[in-house]
């Protein structure tokens, strides 16, 4: 359980980690941030379409997937209709704080919690590798996340250290809640391939929901969708290279 609970610490760690470039940077060019977020949701594909699909069929049965991708979509869509949801465009000067941040901060926090639960019931799962594959991902994922976030909150005039410590409370909850997948898993072992099922679900309507429509409007379409297959591909080889 040790290692386990540093690999999750690591992934959800990344929120915060990616959030401390804006010490020194206060503008990123749509160009750079279309072609990482594509990158990211390539990884995200692989991950869930490589990984964490063809481990649930083998545990189980098409009907059990099928009902753990949508479980897992249906969550985070629930979320977006309770949450208050707000686009993350640094460009944006019309934003009322504190309330607005607030409400960011606790949108991200909330989006992070399915994402720690797929964390968790990954590694829980003992499938080979897939645990870690799945972390890797999602701490990815994480990293340009906290970036968007505590960019977002500093050009709302937010102070630098309270922005980025604020990314990193979004991360410490994706590991408490890697934490109780992990035991809730654990503990009842026919929830594996639910469990795996629900994290492709959760993987794939983000990517579909929120990384690629935002990399497709600034004209760089193009090369999103090249960096995006650089993902996919760079996720395969890391699938395959832990086998």
């Known amino acids: 359980m040790e290692w386990n609970a540093w690999v999750m610490m690591l992934s959800a760690l990344a929120t915060g980690l990616g959030a401390l470039p804006v010490v020194f940077i206060r503008k990123v ?103 870690l594959v799945v972390a890797f991902s999602m701490g990815i994922q994480n990293a340009p996340e906290g970036f968007l976030v505590a960019l977002f909150l500093i050009n709302q005039n937010v102070r630098k250290d309270l922005s980025i410590a604020m990314a990193f409370f979004t991360g410490m909850i994706e590991w408490f809640s890697s934490l109780m997948g992990f035991y809730v898993v654990n503990v009842a072992l026919f929830l594996v391939p639910y469990g795996l099922a629900f994290a492709a679900g959760a993987m794939l309507f983000i990517v579909y929901k929120e990384l690629i429509p935002e990399t497709h409007g600034h004209g760089y379409e193009r090369l999103a969708t090249f960096s995006f297959l650089l993902g996919l591909l760079s996720m395969i080889g890391v699938v395959e290279w832990f086998r």
């Open 29 to 131: 060019s749509h160009r750079r941030m279309d072609s990482i977020l594509a990158y990211t949701a390539g990884i995200m594909v692989a991950a869930s379409t490589y990984g964490l699909i063809p481990a649930s069929l083998k545990l189980t049965n098409l009907y059990v997937l099928c009902f753990g991708v949508l479980a897992g979509a249906l969550l985070l869509n629930l979320l977006e209709y309770v949450i208050p949801h707000i686009d993350i465009n640094h460009e944006r000067n019309d934003i009322v704080l504190p309330q607005q941040s607030l409400m960011l901060v606790a949108a991200m926090t909330l989006h992070n919690i399915p994402e720690g639960l797929s964390v968790g019931a990954s590694l829980a799962s003992e499938v080979e590798n897939l645990g």
